[in-house]
């Protein structure tokens, strides 16, 4: 099937393309070269929900980001409901099929969107998005046969499918002259990025043609052949990088080539054992991301979108599971990156919602590898911490390749000591490389250099153990031949580096452990679990994820909304519920009277009751008091002050007593005017004018000569 947004547009049935450009109110010409599917192409790349996301809702901007995670086709059952908005804006296309449906995202859609966090920043998609406008006519026209013509995305389809297939990637390079892909070789040995002046000196270019920025490569040598097929991608101002998926195929063999180097690392880890007296062996991420975005669906709990996590709440998450705040914030990071915190994750037709408890860790593992959420090379690791304009990404994304291609073949199952593991860092020839590009990101950053070594040891004791991948075994006290830590790659890891399945034998299903607690099995869905977080507390974490169901818990569900049958509901996706939950839900959704609620701002105590007859009933004081009143006094109503209420009842001849003294109102002096009534400053009823003028002794006589204009200015 079709992914190129012109061709989807000519699959559809005549009806519904109709309806989609009145829908948008797109202005179709007849009397054009190009046909309406092509018209309305144009008009589609346009939107501006496709050039900034943030227009969109919370729920379908997480759908679309994990429709262009899986390159645009996101296979599902049922529909969610976040993608009408994305199918009513013609930017998602259901397809259907024999096993299911399939939210497709045409190559277009996908090439406009900017980069999300959780995103590789090196990868193929974002590198594209950012081209130049002159660069991307290039790229569009070599793999599309002719000049480009705008809008330019729509003629790079055709270059995304090239790059994004690895079998056509493959051939691709194969393809390449020699100069090409000697010079691919050496910008990788290097670390896969270089500046202008690098790859001039690399492509021995003898013309330097210097614009504002620095040098500019020329237009005719071999950088620009690689340029032009996206194999070497320009970034602003004045670098250029080998997109990840290139860099895959280009390794190949120069790992082919360095075997001879780490065969004696190999020989000396498998010829001695290095298994260690006491280590710390992992525990599955699972549990913890998921009690951690149950919490945060707390309403006083405010996490902002494109922010990083407060630091309050990491803090808090740590004190009350009982882990290191580094690890906590660390499956924080992740958990958002793959919109476990989003409220979309309580559907169970789309990720993350639809995955099972055990491949939740997977997840949390593509998005760590892919390297837009969290950097060990920098000093603060959660990317979402630093400004947009300073989230420019290292060159940490090699350093981890090392790491794990170093633990597949070290540690399969045997305890290997960090020196190894370094030891086969060190040997790479990108190292050498990796540590200038750090140093110059650092620089650029103003942060504080630090070597691949130091980046391989993080990943590696750090991020790697809190992922559950990695037992470390501490070093011996007193041994001065030690190496160090040991570590060893669990078969949790093992699986996720040879891209297999986990063994579903463990899967145990959900069940109560008893009246209260039930304990989430690795078979429930993620979304299942999330949709409990209203009426359950989490009790532990540690291998599996413990959750109460106490009568508080319920008794808030209920007063927040929440109908008892679908408590019942949510609660029997995941086990069957025992007789004294069955009571609890009963009892609790059981309804025994009904009070009214009514606002006021006091209640005024009265013993007799014909007074309160009295104030009840009569025009001047009925409308200060609820009706009806409980007995013994009355209610006032809301918005009387104490003034208005006094003044009227006095009216009537009652008197207000407040703190033991009878309340006298406020008085106005009698105005100057004309007879007109004048405001009291409370905004209450206006003050009478005194009929009686003031005595001699209170105001002294104004002289005929002066005015009462000079009278209040201040005069003789």
Not at 578 to 601: K, M
Request: charged letters at 25%; proline letters at 8%; hydrophobic letters at 40%.
């Amino acid at each position: 099937m079709p992914t190129r947004l012109v061709d989807v547009l000519r699959l559809l049935p005549e009806r519904e393309l109709g309806s989609l450009v009145a829908r948008l109110k797109i202005r179709v010409d007849e009397a054009k070269r190009i046909d309406v599917p092509s018209q309305v192409a144009r008009s589609l790349v346009q939107l501006p929900e496709l050039r900034d996301p943030s227009l969109l809702p919370g729920p379908t901007r997480e759908l679309l980001y994990r429709i262009a995670e899986a390159k645009g086709v996101l296979p599902t059952q049922t529909l969610p409901a976040a993608v009408e908005p994305l199918v009513a804006r013609g930017v998602v296309f259901v397809r259907g099929g024999a096993e299911g449906m399939d939210l497709l995202l045409p190559s277009a859609h996908l090439l406009v969107l900017k980069s999300w966090e959780g995103e590789d920043p090196r990868g193929v998609r974002a590198l594209l998005n950012q081209l130049n406008p002159d660069v991307a006519a290039s790229v569009a026209a070599h793999y599309l046969g002719r000049p480009a013509t705008p809008p330019v995305v729509l003629c790079l389809e055709p270059a995304w499918e090239a790059l994004s297939d690895p079998e056509r990637l493959a051939r691709e390079i194969e393809e390449l002259a020699p100069l090409e892909r000697k010079l691919l070789l050496a910008i990788d040995h290097v670390g896969g990025e270089v500046d202008t002046e690098e790859l001039l000196d690399l492509e021995r270019e003898p013309m330097r043609l210097r614009g504002a920025t620095g040098a500019t490569p020329s237009r005719r040598g071999v950088g620009f052949a690689l340029e032009r097929r996206g194999l070497l991608i320009p970034v602003h101002p004045n670098r250029h990088v080998i997109p990840a998926e290139v860099a895959q195929h280009v390794g190949a063999q120069r790992r082919a080539e360095r075997e001879a180097q780490r065969h004696e690392i190999r020989s000396f880890v498998l010829g001695d054992d290095h298994a260690p007296r006491r280590a710390r062996f992992v525990e599955d991420p699972a549990p913890l991301a998921l009690a951690m975005a149950l919490l945060v669906r707390d309403p006083a709990v405010e996490v902002r979108a494109g922010v990083g996590t407060p630091r309050s709440l990491i803090g808090k998450f740590a004190a009350r599971f009982g882990r290191d705040v580094e690890t906590v914030g660390f499956i924080a990071a992740l958990s958002r990156a793959i919109g476990l915190w989003d409220p979309s994750a309580v559907g169970l037709a789309s990720s993350p919602g639809s995955l099972d408890v055990q491949d939740l860790g997977r997840a949390l593992f593509e998005a760590w590898r892919r390297g837009g959420v969290w950097d060990e090379a920098r000093p603060d690791h959660e990317v979402l911490r630093a400004p947009p304009e300073a989230r420019e990404p290292s060159a940490v994304g090699v350093v981890r390749e090392l790491v794990l291609e170093a633990l597949r073949e070290l540690s399969d199952g045997r305890w290997a000591p960090w020196e190894a593991v370094a030891a086969y860092v060190r040997s790479d020839a990108r190292t050498a490389g990796v540590a200038r590009l750090l140093e110059r990101w650092a620089q650029r950053g103003g942060f504080t250099p630090v070597t691949p070594l130091e980046v391989a040891r993080r990943i590696a004791l750090e991020s790697l153990h809190a992922l559950g991948m990695v037992d470390l075994g501490d070093p011996e006290e007193h041994d001065a031949s030690s190496l160090g830590p040991t570590l060893r790659i669990t078969p949790r890891g093992r699986a996720y580096l040879s891209d297999a399945p986990e063994s579903r034998r463990g899967a145990e299903p959900s069940r109560f452990l008893d009246n209260q607690a039930i304990r989430v099995g690795r078979g429930a869905k993620v979304g299942s679990v999330v949709s409990l977080a209203a009426f359950v507390e989490i009790g532990g974490v540690a291998g599996a994820l413990d959750l109460h169901v106490t009568p508080q818990a319920v008794s808030h569900a209920l007063s927040a909304g929440f109908e008892a049958d679908v408590i019942r509901a949510r609660l029997e996706q995941l086990a069957t519920l025992p007789d004294p939950i069955l009571r609890l839900l009963t009892q609790a959704s059981a309804v025994i009277g009904r009070g009214e609620f009514v606002p006021t701002v006091g209640f005024l105590w009265v013993d007799d009751p014909e007074v309160r007859e009295l104030l009840s009933t009569r025009r001047q004081t009925s409308d200060l008091f609820v009706d009806p009143s409980p007995p013994g006094g009355l209610l006032i109503a809301a918005g009387v002050d104490l003034d208005r209420l006094a003044r009227r009842c006095r009216t009537l001849g009652v008197e207000i007593v407040v703190e033991g003294a009878v309340y006298r109102t406020r008085t106005m002096t009698p105005g100057r005017g004309s007879g007109a009534r004048r405001t009291e400053s409370s905004g209450t009823l206006p003050a009478m004018r005194s009929a009686r003028a003031p005595s001699s002794t209170r105001l002294p006589a104004v002289p005929r000569s002066v005015t009462p204009r000079s009278v209040k200015r201040g005069g003789d």
